[in-house]
């Protein structure tokens, strides 16, 4: 509010849509915009770097303000039971209902019921991921047939837009 009455009296007075940008500057209606993605038990997240680097894995215990300890399980994501910091990981939206220090029977069974890894494959991030995982896994052939494919592909529009 202190930069809200911070004008000069030869300026304008400011207007009310003014006056409710500052406000939101100064972090009255920071409740809109809160942070949703907590580091929490049962929370689903992306390995970004390491040997596990694009798995999967669950958030299972906090160990300090830099590291967790995360499990797969194993049988799921190829992820074993470890601690890592949490800069290398990135959150998703997704969250399972467990407590800390969950054992991997019982990740596995909130896992199902939760349909966790079901709505994570049918997200956009997921989609991305499994397309770069697949173009870095074609062969050379492969890629020549996508290259053919695209040129009949625009061949085809050309001829339709030249015909209209």
């Not at 907590?38 to 830099?66: H, N, S, W």
Request: a positive charge.
């Amino acid at each position: 509010l202190a930069q809200a009455g911070a004008f000069l009296a030869r300026d304008p007075p400011p207007s009310a849509a003014t006056a409710r940008h500052v406000l939101r500057d100064c972090g009255s209606a920071a409740v809109a915009t809160m942070f949703t993605r907590f580091v929490e038990p049962g929370r689903l997240a992306l390995i970004t770097y390491g040997p596990c680097a694009g798995k999967m894995c669950t958030v299972i215990d906090i160990v300090d303000q830099k590291r967790v300890v995360v499990d797969g399980p194993e049988s799921l994501t190829g992820v074993r039971r470890h601690m890592m910091p949490v800069k290398r990981l990135s959150l998703t939206d997704f969250k399972c209902g467990i407590f800390r220090g969950a054992r991997e029977k019982q990740l596995k069974a909130a896992l199902e019921k939760d349909e966790v890894m079901k709505k994570w494959s049918e997200t956009a991030w997921a989609k991305k991921l499994a397309a770069k995982k697949f173009r870095a896994n074609m062969t050379d052939f492969d890629r020549f047939k996508l290259m053919v494919a695209r040129k009949n592909r625009a061949k085809e529009v050309k001829k339709t837009i030249k015909k209209k």
